[in-house]
């Protein structure tokens, strides 16, 4: 059986390179999780989770993460990616993640919009929500992401 984590923080950023992977990676960098492995995971947060902002995790390490990611090749483009973690007060928490060809405003109020729905089809009661997003302009290849990492 896999542990459960007990923490979590929300991350974004962007970046260009000179290919689509590059930028990925270069994103990933900024956003603090460059050096470790992300293992893609749907999004539920685990009961109790602790958010603890700023980290680090042990670089190489095998990473449960919710994340989001677009990469754009067209000069002057904005796109953007936004992560959202839904708190609630009796159980687990929701995390949603989005990306798009929109301004980081358009992302956060989409985000935001994303996390009550996932609550209401729960039939949970949405303590908070913790909203990180970045916008970027394309100048060669470029790429914005969102992340929540989840650790022990």
Do not use: Q
Request: net charge negative; hydrophobic share 45%; aromatic share 8%.
């Amino acid at each position: 059986m896999l542990p459960v984590p007990k923490k979590y923080f929300i991350t974004a950023a962007s970046a260009e390179g000179k290919s689509k992977l590059t930028a990925f990676d270069n994103a990933l960098l900024k956003a603090g999780i460059g050096n470790v492995n992300l293992v893609r995971v749907s999004s539920i947060l685990p009961p109790e989770a602790e958010f603890a902002p700023g980290m680090k995790i042990p670089p190489g390490s095998l990473v449960p993460t919710a994340y989001g990611s677009i990469v754009s090749e067209i000069p002057g483009e904005t796109i953007s990616a936004a992560i959202a973690v839904g708190v609630s007060e009796e159980s687990f928490g929701v995390i949603m993640e989005f990306t798009g060809k929109c301004s980081k405003e358009e992302a956060e109020a989409t985000i935001t919009r994303m996390v009550k729905e996932a609550f209401e089809v729960r039939a949970m009661e949405l303590k908070e929500i913790k909203v990180n997003a970045v916008e970027h302009k394309v100048e060669k290849i470029g790429c914005a992401f969102a992340a929540a990492p989840l650790w022990y």
